[in-house]
Structure formats: C-alpha cells, structure tokens
C-alpha cells in the first residue's frame, strides 16, 4: 500500500548529520521494536521528510538528505539571547552545553542551549540543534494503514496498531 494522507505509518530509521567539519556524525536510530508511528500528511513531520517517503510501500527502503533550509532552517545568529541570572534565583546556573526547556509568553515550549555563563547572564542559542546541518536518512517502511475516525479526530496516531492509549 502507498503511502497516502491520513494514513497512519509506522517506519524505522537511521539519522546522520554532518559537523562543522562537514563529516558525517550519528544521531539516532530507531529499530522495528522502537519505531516512529506518525500520521501522514498533517504536518507532523518536515514537509520535505513525507515527500521523501510519499512513494514508498511497506518493505521499501530509501536513503536521502534534506538540506538546512527544508529541514530545521539554517542557523540565525540573531536568535543567541541572554537571560538574567535572576531568571535562576534558588537554584544552580545551568553549566555551558546545557539544554534548558523554555516557553514563551504564548505558552510554546522551546529549548535553548547554554553557551556562556558570566555573572550577569546567561547566554542560550535558541536555534533549534539541528539547525544549519543537513539531516542524512536511512528509512524504512514497516507498516501503513488508514487512520481511525479517532486518529483523525485527535491529529495523532494511536499506535502502530490504532489501539495504543494517549
């Protein structure tokens, strides 16, 4: 069956990126029994991942890069911001490489990575990691099927088998 909108597919990959180096680097893997189940076509995934994939069928497997600028963007050097010190009163300052789950006034979570810590500030980029960096994909297709009325009904997939709980 080919993959098609609304439907519900379950795949398993392997993703590399490339360095500053421009050497390619693992990132992660997901195996049959880890797999991603997603529903197709509704904007859960990078647009230019589901194109990739829209031709495939169950058993296929295809291998392709998405470029900086169809995948998380490129990197702006306008997003490193600082955060006053006080934002931490009562607990340690985050040490440099450190992830911080952050949310805006609009209540959407991002996260930010420390870059410097001085005593006034601490200074986060807050491009997405992948950001700038081609993202390499090994993928393939494990299962599709239609979406439920309930999938459709919540935008999200319930599971490689539809019955899987929130």
């Keep these: ?80 911001t600082q955060l006053p010190v006080d934002m931490f009163e009562g607990q340690e300052l985050p040490p440099v490489g450190a992830v911080l789950p952050l949310s805006d006034n609009s209540g959407n979570n991002f996260q930010a990575m420390v870059l410097e810590v001085t005593p006034e500030a601490v200074i986060v980029d807050l491009n997405h990691p992948m950001a700038g960096r081609s993202l390499f994909f090994d993928v393939e297709i494990l299962n599709a099927r239609p979406a439920t009325e309930e999938e459709l009904a919540h935008g999200h997939a319930h599971g490689e088998d539809g019955h899987s709980g929130h």
């Design 1 to 80: 069956m080919a993959l098609d909108k609304n439907h519900v597919v379950t795949l398993k990959y392997v993703l590399h990126t490339n360095d500053e180096n421009g050497e390619k680097v693992f990132v992660e893997e997901t195996t049959s029994e880890n797999a991603l189940t997603f529903l197709y076509g509704v904007g859960m995934m990078i647009p230019k991942f589901e194109e990739e994939i829209k031709d495939l069928n169950i058993g296929d497997k295809a291998s392709f890069e998405i470029a900086p600028g169809e995948g998380y963007g490129e990197r702006d050097p306008e997003a490193v």
